[in-house]
């Protein structure tokens, strides 16, 4: 895709035509939680995009430290939906495949992902076992925290799954007919 | 009172929040029916990897419990409720799409519609309960430890954000109306609605760890001696997250187990066993 489709899906498809209206206020960047994580706050990121950025905006970290506490989005004086903005940039990065290879995120998902694909429902340490495949570093840094928690009896070693989980991967399947 | 219940994924695995739910709810009488063969609610993953498959997982519990005959489903995750909600919100005002991903469920015979909504639980102990049913069913006087400690309530972030009609998006107060009508005293404090690094606090546990300190900071303040939360990966971040912090530690409830102590039930019926920072039932 070049940069002209990027910007066309980002902007016509993907509401991110809202981002005209920022005046750059900063509100989005000061409410952020994980701002500091970021290699662009959200504000500097919609300058970016609006000064023709896209292909790198999508490449940012910025929208993978996004917790989706949409702080940012009940603050914007200009209601731009930021929250939902970022979960368009992060679909777009993954599709268009420019995502940050640095980021643990994406991993994090696809884990989520391949879990409710296989079992219709997801149990944490499943999709932190799947995950920890790529990252055996975290897996460990979490084994004391799941060892307290198996202690009390609430870490479940079967994983809990809807009656039959084809059911979802065909609903999940569903997304590439027509359209 | 009848609901379709929807525990999502992170329930089974809590600090006694099934356990409270279900004591809790049978003080009330509540009828709480699980929503049959439900399915994950896709959280914020699916948001992020995909927009139509995040709707159609929506749209399959929202069908299921419409199956039943039910008009809403109570949660008691954050998560859920504003996956879920946003499911509702997107599907029900864009027909075309809702119409296609109906087309996809109708080989289980479901379809979804706009007829169920989604509410958290806390809204219907707060404000669909009459108040008048906590002080003719909760135990006074309160057992002095628990009357004379401060309660603090912890939103989170997705239950009033973004909607912000459920209460205030900022400075909210249905808990701190909840913990009053139980018969014990809310902790004013400024951290109720800070993010507690959600999932991300498993893999970037780092970066996560100043968002609890804070909110835990901004608790201790208020001198209050326990949290309340109303959503699983809170109180998990709040109750893992602070045994790396300096003691004190506060202990982090679920509110259906503030609520079952108040209801003089047995620490035991509400599975208190399962804090990690357990709750001291004599100081």
């Known amino acids: 895709m070049d940069d002209q489709e990027l910007e066309h899906i980002f902007y016509e498809k993907e509401n991110g035509h809202q981002i005209l209206k920022c005046i750059q206020c900063g509100t989005c960047s000061g409410s952020c939680p994980l701002t500091g994580e970021m290699d662009h706050a959200p504000r500097e990121l919609f300058a970016l995009i609006r000064d023709g950025g896209i292909r790198e905006a999508l490449g940012s970290t910025t929208p993978w430290y996004c917790v989706s506490c949409y702080q940012c989005m009940v603050r914007c004086p200009q209601q731009i939906p930021v929250a939902d903005l970022m979960y368009a940039l992060k679909r777009l990065a993954l599709s268009a495949g420019l995502a940050c290879s640095g980021h643990k995120m994406p991993d994090m998902y696809k884990a989520f992902d391949q879990v409710t694909r296989r079992f219709g429902r997801i149990t944490e ?40 989980p084809k059911k979802i991967r065909a609903l999940l399947a569903s997304r590439n007919q027509e359209e | 009172m009848k609901f379709a219940f929807y525990p999502g994924c992170s329930y089974e695995g809590t600090a006694g929040y099934p356990e409270s739910v279900s004591a809790v709810s049978r003080a009330l009488g509540l009828e709480l029916e699980e929503v049959p063969d439900w399915n994950c609610c896709g959280a914020t993953a699916y948001f992020s990897l995909d927009k139509y498959q ?7 519990v929202f069908a299921l419990a419409r199956a039943r005959g039910h008009e809403t489903v109570l949660t008691v995750c954050n998560a859920c409720y504003t996956t879920l909600r946003k499911g509702y919100e997107t599907l029900t005002s864009d027909p075309g799409l809702l119409a296609r991903i ?25 404000e669909v309960l009459p108040p008048s049913i906590w002080s003719e069913k909760a ?71 100043p968002l609890v300190e804070r909110i835990v900071r901004g608790v201790r303040r208020a001198e209050a001696g326990l949290i309340a939360t109303i959503c699983p990966l809170c109180q998990f971040n709040l109750d893992a997250g602070q045994i790396d912090l300096p003691a004190p530690h506060l202990p982090v409830l679920f509110f259906t187990q503030l609520a079952g102590l108040a209801l003089g039930l047995a620490p035991e019926e509400l599975g208190l066993n399962k804090l990690m920072i357990s709750l001291n039932f004599t100081g």
């Open chain 1, 125 to 164: 340490p499943v999709v932190m076992a799947r995950y920890g495949l790529g990252h055996p570093g975290d897996v460990l840094a979490n084994l004391p925290t799941a060892i307290r928690m198996l202690g009390r009896g609430r870490i479940g070693l079967l994983p809990q799954r809807t009656r039959e």
């Open chain 2, 54 to 60: 995040a709707l159609a997982l929506t749209a399959r």
């Open chain 2, 102 to 126: 109906n087309e996809a469920l109708k080989s289980e015979g479901l379809a979804m519609d706009d007829t169920v909504q989604v509410r958290h639980m806390l809204e219907v102990l707060t």
């Open chain 2, 139 to 209: 135990v006074r006087p309160m057992p002095a430890w628990l009357g004379s400690s401060k309660v603090a309530g912890y939103y989170g972030c997705q239950l009033t954000r973004p909607w912000g009609d459920l209460d205030r998006p900022e400075r909210p107060d249905m808990l701190e109306r909840f913990i009053t009508a139980l018969g014990l005293i809310p902790a004013r404090h400024s951290a109720g609605t800070m993010c507690c690094g959600a999932s991300h606090s498993a893999v970037y546990s780092r970066a996560c760890r």
